[in-house]
């Protein structure tokens, strides 16, 4: 139940007892998942800083990290081409193979809108991602595929939204915040919001 508590925990033996206290709170469930400052490497990168991102396992996985058990988990993958961040996009885990990967065990399906400003489509601004602590706005949102003219983006639009759905319907938003040029170490910062289960 939210709401603010005070825990208490009390140590004792045959000479003293002393009692600790703690005040904790617990807001309402928001139905989303918060994730910030999260690196996506480049290509260069999938096996150092890693592109595979979970949002149900709460972390970015390396090539070398990818299984049987945890490849459907994988809500989304980062390809960035090298350095320069000329050519980005985010893709969906059944379609890793076609950009150089190894392809992922048990891959879903994710719907990705990587340039919302070329869709025509459905639309999340960088202000609407800050202000979002519940699901309501992604849950109001319909996404579907970007065409694939409009599939990759380059480094020239910051921050910029990518919009994705998973094929289990949880939709999720990311805000890329920095490219970060470190050679063949080379990465995105972003933050992720997705909807829970």
């Not at 918060?34 to 690196?39: A, G």
């Not at 076609?98 to 990705?112: D, G």
């Not at 065409?147 to 998973?166: C, E």
């Not at 999720?172 to 970060?180: M, R, T």
């Amino acid at each position: 139940t939210p709401g603010t508590y005070t825990i208490s925990l009390t140590a004792a033996n045959d000479k003293k007892s002393v009692i600790a206290n703690k005040t904790i709170t617990l807001f309402a469930n928001s139905n989303l998942y918060q994730f910030t400052n999260v690196h996506l490497g480049t290509n260069t990168a999938q096996n150092t800083i890693g592109c595979y991102f979970s949002a149900v396992l709460g972390k970015v996985l390396k090539s070398s990290e990818v299984t049987a058990q945890n490849g459907n988990k994988i809500d989304f993958v980062y390809f960035g081409l090298n350095n320069t961040f000329v050519y980005n996009k985010f893709i969906s885990p059944d379609n890793v193979q076609n950009y150089t990967f190894s392809p992922i065990p048990n891959a879903i399906t994710t719907k990705i809108i990587n340039r919302q400003e070329n869709c025509n489509c459905t639309s999340l601004s960088a202000a609407e991602f800050d202000g979002m602590s519940t699901d309501a706005k992604l849950q109001s949102l319909s996404i579907e595929q970007t065409p694939s003219a409009f599939s990759q983006f380059d480094n020239n639009v910051l921050p910029r939204v990518v919009l994705f759905k998973t094929q289990d319907g949880r939709k999720g938003a990311i805000k890329i915040k920095q490219f970060v040029n470190a050679a063949q170490q080379s990465y995105l910062v972003c933050d992720i919001k997705v909807t829970k289960k």
